[in-house]
C-alpha cells in the first residue's frame, strides 16, 4: 500500500517540479511530464495509484499552471483547458492499470502453464513408469498362470499314471502278440506271406497308437508360449476321451458321445483345450466315483447361434454344491484331495479364446458344464472338418 501511494505521490512531485523548472524557459508548462507521472504511478501502483496520480497532477496542474494561478478555481476560458487535461489524467491512469493488470495476468497465466506443464511432465513420466510396471506384472501374472496351468496338468497327469500306463501298454502288448504271429507265419515250411503281411500292418498301427498316447501326454507336459492353430474340437473331445477311458472303467463309468458332425474349427491352443477337456471329465468321473445307480459321462458338441459351438460334459453324479458359482473361484474345491485350481484354470483358458465356461445342476441328479467357443468367420477358414 505505502509502495503504491507513495510512487504515485513521489512521481507527480518530480513532475512537478520539472514542470516549474521547465516553466522558466518554455514559458508553458509542459503537461506531458504530468502524464507520464500518471503513466508511471498506473504501471506500478495498479488502478488506485494510477486514480491517484491523475488527482494529484490535475490539482497541481490547476493550481501552478492555470490562471488565476495559486488557486482551484480555472478562469473561464481555462475551464476546457482543465476538463481535457482531467479527462486525459483519467484516462491515461485507467488505460496504464488496466495495462499493468494485463501484464500480471498474462505472467500469472504463463506461471500457471508452465507449471501445469512441469506438472503434466512428471505426470507423464510417472504414467509411463507405472504402465513399463504395469507391463512387467501382466507379463509376470501371464508366466505366473502358464506355470500354475502346466503345474495343474502335471498334477492331473500323475494322478492319472496307472491309466496312461495301461493305455499305452495296451498297443505295445498287441504289438508282441502280432510279432510272435508274424514269426509262426513266416517260421513254417511253406510261410504265409499275406497272413505275416497282415500282422506287419497291425504291428506297425499298434506303434503308431502307442506314439500318439505318448505324443498327446508331452504335450500336455510341454512348457512353452502359446500357440493358436486351426482345431477340430471334435478331435480334441475324442483324444481326451481316449486317454481317460481306463480312469472311467476303473470307476465303472460309460462314456457316451455326440459330437456333431461338420463342426466347424476354431482359432485356438490345442494343449489348453485338451487340459480344459481333461479337467471337466476328470472331475466327472470324480462326481460320480462313490454314487450308486447309473453312472454315465456325456459329451456332445454342437454349432450354436452367434457363430458359436457349444460343448457340454454332463455327470449323473453328485451335482454341484449350493453356491455353485464358487467353483471357478481359485482355491475353491469340494474334493479332499484337489487343490481348486483345475475350474479356475479352465474358464481362464476359455476366456482367452473368447469364450465362456459355466455349470449347471442336471435333472435328476448330476451337474453340466457347458463351453461356448467363437468359430472363425472367414469364409475360406469355415470350411467343416470331420
Not at 510261410?191 to 500292418?201: F, L, S
Not at 493358436?228 to 472311467?248: F, G, H, S, Y
Request: with cysteine.
Amino acid at each position: 500500500m505505502i509502495m503504491r501511494y507513495g510512487v504515485a505521490v513521489l512521481s507527480v512531485a518530480v513532475a512537478l517540479v520539472l514542470a516549474r523548472l521547465l516553466e522558466i524557459y518554455l514559458v508553458t508548462a509542459p503537461v506531458s511530464l504530468f502524464l507520464c507521472a500518471i503513466i508511471l504511478s498506473g504501471w506500478i501502483g495498479g488502478i488506485r495509484g494510477g486514480m491517484l496520480s491523475a488527482a494529484l497532477s490535475f490539482l497541481a496542474f490547476d493550481y501552478y499552471f492555470v490562471t488565476p494561478l495559486h488557486t482551484l478555481v480555472p478562469a473561464v476560458n481555462e475551464v476546457p483547458r482543465t476538463t481535457i487535461f482531467a479527462l486525459s489524467a483519467l484516462f491515461v491512469g485507467w488505460l496504464s492499470a488496466a495495462q499493468r493488470s494485463a501484464t500480471e495476468s498474462l505472467r500469472h497465466a504463463r506461471d500457471q502453464l508452465s507449471e501445469t506443464v512441469q506438472e503434466l511432465r512428471r505426470t507423464n513420466e510417472t504414467l509411463i513408469a507405472e504402465d513399463a510396471e504395469r507391463r512387467r506384472t501382466a507379463e509376470a501374472l501371464r508366466q505366473a498362470q502358464a506355470d500354475l496351468a502346466r503345474v495343474s496338468r502335471v498334477t492331473a497327469m500323475g494322478e492319472l499314471t496307472a491309466s496312461l500306463a495301461h493305455e499305452v501298454n495296451q498297443p505295445i502288448a498287441a504289438a508282441v502278440i502280432n510279432a510272435n504271429s508274424c514269426s509262426r507265419w513266416l517260421a513254417g515250411d511253406a510261410p504265409n506271406m499275406e497272413e505275416a503281411r497282415a500282422a506287419a500292418a497291425r504291428i506297425v498301427q499298434d506303434g503308431t497308437r502307442a506314439a500318439e498316447i505318448i505324443n498327446r501326454v508331452g504335450l500336455l507336459f510341454k512348457k512353452g508360449a502359446s500357440e493358436r492353430e486351426l482345431v477340430d474340437v471334435n478331435d480334441i473331445i475324442r483324444e481326451m476321451t481316449v486317454l481317460l477311458r481306463n480312469e472311467a472303467a476303473q470307476y465303472q463309468v460309460s462314456v457316451r458321445m455326440e459330437l456333431a458332425p461338420d463342426l466347424p474349427r476354431i482359432m485356438g491352443d490345442r494343449v489348453q483345450l485338451q487340459q480344459v477337456m481333461m479337467n471337466l471329465i476328470m472331475n466327472g468321473i470324480d462326481a460320480m466315483k462313490d454314487v450308486d445307480g447309473e453312472r454315465e459321462l456325456a459329451v456332445s458338441s454342437r454349432q450354436a447361434e452367434h457363430e458359436q459351438l457349444m460343448v457340454s460334459v454332463s455327470d449323473t453324479g453328485v451335482g454341484l454344491p449350493p453356491q455353485h458359482d464358487q467353483i471357478f473361484k481359485a482355491f475353491f474345491t469340494t474334493k479332499s484331495h484337489g487343490i481348486g485350481m483345475g475350474l479356475s484354470i479352465s474358464r481362464s483358458i476359455i476366456e482367452s479364446h473368447g469364450g465362456r465356461l459355466w455349470a449347471s445342476n442336471s435333472f435328476p441328479r448330476g451337474a453340466s458344464f457347458h463351453i461356448a467357443l467363437p468359430v472363425l468367420r472367414a469364409p475360406e477358414l469355415e470350411a467343416p472338418v470331420g
